[in-house]
């Protein structure tokens, strides 16, 4: 049976002490924030966890804190994907044994496949891995867009129970949930985006900003989803700022320092991405009071 996949889920940062290592008791923290702001889950090891910068021992690591921190209370969905096929194998193996409920697996990057080599690469996993799945489309990192027609040809394995959808395109999005809607779930993979895929039919989000408001995020979700699309659409629009700000203008390194301003632990980036300075973290500073996110 397929496993069914909806709400507010944050990929999550992973923060780092000042040596540069992890920092395990301030991920403790930030997933116990999470947990009680009602997030529907925890993704470790995705855009906003620099899984990118993190070694394969690094993402076994954080994997199994986040497993154990967990505890069963809402599911984990580790991101295990990579450039190469075999690697993704063998950390989505690696995830499994630790006890994470579902797998993101980003579409390959680097060199640019064509949508047939993507079916083959997506074919191959399952082949070797019993377990669900979430497809993660991220066109502005990898330059490949996974087309609705391979999504639904993918539909026909059982493991692939939804996609986090992060063009930011409504078009890329309603033809999704027109294809492979009533099989699968999709996700908004842009904070920008909540509101709209949830009021096509899609089941939820996995984006950014939930890190920083995920109270908020949940609201949004619980609104549209109990049919208040007129609250739902005015708290989409009160946090197109801050995910504009989160997202576009300083990806990561503003997720981190929002995070920070909170009182969260969350450190510096890895390089090369750069902590920000301070009229950078004051604009941060200044959205995160307006949403009332922090004390004026």
Not at 204 to 223: D, H, K, S
Not at 250 to 273: F, T
């Amino acid at each position: 049976m397929r496993l069914e996949v909806k709400g507010v889920m944050p990929p999550h940062i992973t923060p780092f002490a000042a040596s540069g290592l992890l920092d395990e008791k301030g991920l403790r923290e930030d997933i116990e924030f999470w947990i009680e702001s009602g997030v529907s889950g925890l993704v470790p090891c995705g855009s906003n966890g620099e899984s990118t910068n993190l070694t394969m021992e690094e993402k076994e690591q954080v994997i199994r804190l986040v497993v154990d921190q967990v505890n069963g209370r809402i599911p984990v969905i580790a991101g295990t994907g990579s450039s190469s096929t075999s690697e993704t194998i063998t950390l989505s193996r690696y995830a499994i044994d630790v006890g994470v409920d579902a797998l993101l697996i980003v579409t390959p990057y680097y060199f640019t496949v064509s949508q047939e080599d993507l079916y083959h690469h997506y074919r191959t996993i399952v082949e070797k891995i019993d377990h669900p799945i979430i497809l993660y489309d991220v066109p502005k990192f990898t330059n490949v867009t996974i087309s609705p027609l391979i999504a639904e040809r993918l539909t026909e394995f059982e493991q692939i129970a939804g996609i986090k959808e992060s063009s930011s395109d409504l078009r890329q999005i309603a033809e999704l949930i027109d294809s492979v809607g009533d099989k699968i779930s999709v996700l908004s993979g842009s904070g920008s985006t909540i509101f709209s895929t949830l009021t096509l039919g899609g089941k939820g989000a996995v984006a950014a900003i939930v890190n920083v408001a995920p109270a908020l995020c949940v609201r949004l979700y619980n609104t549209v989803v109990a049919g208040n699309i007129e609250e739902g659409r005015r708290l989409q629009l009160s946090l197109l700022r801050l995910d504009r700000l989160l997202t576009v203008k300083y990806p990561v390194s503003g997720v981190k320092a929002a995070l920070e301003l909170l009182g969260k632990p969350a450190g510096p980036p890895r390089m090369p991405i750069r902590p920000l300075v301070r009229e950078e973290i004051d604009e941060i500073r200044a959205e995160l009071e307006n949403l009332s996110l922090i004390p004026t």
